[in-house]
């Protein structure tokens, strides 16, 4: 296996490297190609499909660099970059992806690792590439390189694909439910805490209205009384000596009694 920063050696301040082939139809310069790992040779030996053509569903782990600054800007294989969870799946050939990184898919063997350099023109043109989360932006008219390795082709690439868009949907599923509970708790907590809040509320109008009984030189009346709540109850029962022991209904007989 030749070595990434072997290759990327040949790359200085983004020119062209001089040591690939160019696999455009065209011979135009725009997608030059190094072999890194060669396809197994078992995998011809079984009759199956080993080349892509355009249309069929593809699975490729990658990582993509800026050329002149090797400043990596996505990869299926690390986590920091939006793909890093895995192959990304595509049918080839269709313009779904740069036009640079179709023909340099379309020009593999299933097991194949290679890298290669795209002109501006074959990647994000004059536009550009805004950079997603931590990675570099793409500026415009900027060359790039990828290193591709071709996972599989067709029914096995489809079956990926349909798997990689259930895990999603699942991610998708138990972020929705995530959501639901955190909203059905806090829910619960704004009206515990309103609960709390009205009892309080309750709490100091019986107490206020016990001590203004109090203040107006009168006794407590009964209707006073079984407004209380037990901790008003208690209260009342202490400033007379009584005992505060009981639930509230014992409570309020007790005071009733005393007044």
């Not at 990184?101 to 593999?108: I, Q, R, T």
């Not at 793409?138 to 082709?153: A, G, Q, R």
């Given at each position: 296996r030749i070595s990434p920063s072997a290759c990327m050696a040949a790359i200085i301040d983004g020119a062209p490297p001089t040591d690939r082939i160019d696999i455009t139809l065209q011979k135009n310069g725009a997608v030059l190609k190094k072999?890194?790992?060669?396809?197994?040779?078992?995998?011809?030996?079984?009759?199956?499909?080993?080349?892509?053509?355009?249309?069929?569903?593809?699975?490729?782990?990658?990582?993509?660099?800026?050329?002149?600054?090797?400043?990596?800007?996505?990869?299926?294989?690390?986590?920091?970059?939006?793909?890093?969870?895995?192959?990304?799946?595509?049918?080839?050939?269709?313009?779904?992806?740069?036009?640079?990184?179709?023909?340099?898919?379309?020009?593999?063997?299933?097991?194949?690792?290679?890298?290669?350099?795209?002109?501006?023109?074959?990647?994000?043109?004059?536009q550009g590439c805004p950079g997603q989360g931590s990675a570099p932006d793409?500026?415009?008219?900027?060359?790039?390189?990828?290193?591709?390795?071709?996972?599989?082709?067709?029914?096995?690439?489809?079956?990926?694909?349909?798997?990689?868009?259930?895990?999603?949907?699942?991610?998708?599923r138990l972020r929705l439910l995530r959501a639901e509970r955190e909203e059905a708790q806090a829910k619960a907590a704004a009206d515990a805490q309103e609960k709390a809040d009205k009892k309080a509320e309750q709490d100091k109008k019986a107490a206020e209205d016990a001590a203004a009984a109090k203040a107006g030189g009168g006794e407590l009346s009964a209707k006073d009384v079984k407004k209380m709540n037990p901790k008003t109850l208690k209260a009342e029962l202490k400033s007379r000596g009584l005992s505060i022991e009981g639930n509230k209904k014992i409570l309020t007989e007790r005071l009733l009694a005393a007044i």
């Open positions: 072999l890194l790992e060669a396809a197994p040779e078992d995998g011809a030996a079984t009759g199956e499909k080993s080349q892509p053509v355009e249309g069929d569903m593809v699975s490729v782990n990658y990582t993509g660099r800026i050329a002149k600054n090797r400043a990596i800007f996505d990869s299926t294989t690390d986590i920091e970059f939006s793909r890093g969870h895995g192959p990304l799946h595509f049918p080839a050939g269709q313009g779904k992806v740069v036009q640079g990184f179709d023909v340099a898919v379309l020009s593999m063997n299933i097991g194949e690792t290679a890298s290669f350099w795209i002109r501006e023109d074959y990647g994000y043109g004059p793409i500026e415009p008219e900027t060359d790039l390189e990828f290193e591709i390795t071709l996972v599989s082709i067709g029914e096995i690439a489809d079956n990926l694909s349909k798997a990689a868009e259930r895990e999603a949907e699942d991610r998708e």
